[in-house]
Each structure stands twice: as structure tokens, then as C-alpha cells.
Nanobody
Framework: VQLQASGGGLVQAGDSLRLSCAASGRTFSNLIMGWFRQAPGKNREFVAAVTRSGTSTRYLGSVKGRFTISRDNAKNAVYLQMNSLKPEDTAVYYC?????????????????WGQGTQVTVSS
């Protein structure tokens, strides 16, 4: 599946951003979708994932309550609503697709990746 992420930008602490990821090439509703991020000098880390139906989600502890992942299978899209952004949220954000049956937090379980979108949060 081909993935195209968008929506990043430069914001101030406390602001909100909504990332979008458009998918094409496979049956989107058969895929678990996830968001990961990578800050300079750090490893890529799991941020959030959503099941095929969109009914179950999982989050990185530090974003729980601030970020919301959702999907629209009719539009072949997944979203990451990010509220109350903090400088430590600064990173390149990637959307990814997994053919696994259950929600996964390891990047090795995701076969397809988008190109990434930069999110920069100033203090």
C-alpha cells in the first residue's frame, strides 16, 4: 500500500495539529494503521494505532489524552489529532500500515510506510 502523510507544521506549545494519511493500492479496511515518530538523534517510536474497524486504539503513554487516532475507511484515510502539543512532541511523524490481526506497537510489524511529515513545537 502507498501512504502519503500530510498536515505537519510549526506550532507553539499548547496548539493543535491534525495529521492525515491517505492510502492507496490495497484494501484499506484490511489494514491496521499506526503513527510513529522520530526525533533528531532518537529511535523511531510508536505513537498510536487503530484497528481495521476503528473501534479500538492504542497510544504511547505520553500522548494519551492529548492525541486521538481515527480512520475513515470510505476515504482510505487515517488521522492523528494532536492537542496540547509540547516541545517534546517535535519529530517527523510517519503513518504505517500493518497486515497483522491485532494492534501492534513495534515498527517491525508494519510493512508499509509513508514519507513522514515534520511537526515542530516551539516553547
Amino acid at each position: 500500500v502507498q501512504l502519503q502523510a500530510s498536515g505537519g507544521g510549526l506550532v507553539q506549545a499548547g496548539d493543535s495539529l491534525r495529521l492525515s494519511c491517505a492510502a492507496s493500492g490495497r484494501t484499506f479496511s484490511n489494514l491496521i494503521m499506526g503513527w510513529f515518530r522520530q526525533a533528531p538523534g532518537k529511535n523511531r517510536e510508536f505513537v498510536a494505532a487503530v484497528t481495521r474497524s476503528g473501534t479500538s486504539t492504542r497510544y504511547l503513554g505520553s500522548v494519551k489524552g492529548r492525541f486521538t487516532i481515527s480512520r475513515d475507511n470510505a476515504k482510505n484515510a487515517v488521522y492523528l489529532q494532536m492537542n496540547s502539543l509540547k516541545p517534546e512532541d517535535t519529530a517527523v511523524y510517519y503513518c504505517a500500515a500493518s497486515g497483522r490481526w491485532e494492534l501492534r506497537t513495534s515498527s517491525s510489524d508494519y510493512a508499509d510506510w509513508g514519507q513522514g511529515t515534520q511537526v515542530t513545537v516551539s516553547s
